[in-house]
């Protein structure tokens, strides 16, 4: 089990979470390791990965403490339950709710919700979360929109995710982002389906120099 603040400490220094959204739980253990080779202690599971709990699990088994692995796709309070249940340390979704936010609350476990507009984002804190996730970043003007953001509501940690890509990574570090949600843009679709998880590894070692490059 990990401490919450060290947990978000290293969100924050490593500026990059790593979603899994594949079709089995095995090639989500595939695409896992690859992750680790390429450098990054961070592993965001996403709901929508079958068994997706077990493949948490199994992550937890396997690693321990090496690896802070969160869950993705997280829509209400049950599923925030079963994510913890699992063995997840940190909980994101596509958007929020007071509910979702207080059953993580409740286990100590980092809450990063989604939400676009400011309105949403300061409501989003303001109602507990650790960060907030800006989705989705990249329709509505990427760097900029987070730039423009923060100008109002400096303190509140965003994760711009959407869009999130080796071109778009650095200015959005450069605007302000507390980390990036990246998920195609490392987890190579073709790369899977031919079972070149190398090209994976390589992605986030990109990713991770970028982030040295802007931090």
């Not at 060290?6 to 896992?32: C, F, G, N, Q, Y």
């Not at 403490?65 to 796709?73: A, E, S």
């Not at 804190?125 to 003007?141: Q, R, T």
Request: aromatic content about 6%; some cysteine; hydrophobic content about 45%.
């Amino acid at each position: 089990m990990w401490d919450k603040k060290k947990a978000l400490d290293l969100i924050h220094e490593t500026a990059l979470i790593p979603i899994i959204r594949v079709d089995s739980s095995e090639t989500a253990m595939k695409v896992a390791q690859a992750f680790l080779e390429g450098g990054v202690r961070i592993i965001e599971v996403t709901f929508s990965v079958p068994g997706a709990t077990d493949v948490v699990r199994q992550l937890n088994d396997e690693l321990g403490d090496k690896v802070l692995i969160g869950t993705g796709t997280v829509l209400n309070a049950k599923m925030v339950e079963e994510a913890v249940a699992a063995g997840s340390e940190f909980i994101v979704s596509p958007g929020y709710s007071k509910e979702l936010i207080d059953a993580a609350k409740s286990h100590s476990k980092i809450c990063i919700p989604g939400a676009l507009t400011p309105t949403e984002i300061l409501d989003a804190y303001n109602l507990g979360s650790d960060a907030v996730k800006v989705f989705p970043c990249g329709n509505v003007g990427g760097a900029e929109y987070i730039k423009a953001v923060r100008a109002p509501l400096p303190k509140i940690p965003l994760v711009p995710t959407g869009g999130v890509n080796l071109e778009t990574a650095g200015p959005l570090l450069e605007a302000g982002a507390f980390a990036l949600g990246v998920g195609s843009a490392i987890t190579d679709k073709a790369a899977v389906k031919e079972g070149r998880f190398e090209v994976i590894t390589e992605n986030v070692k990109k990713f991770l120099e970028i982030v040295e490059n802007f931090r």
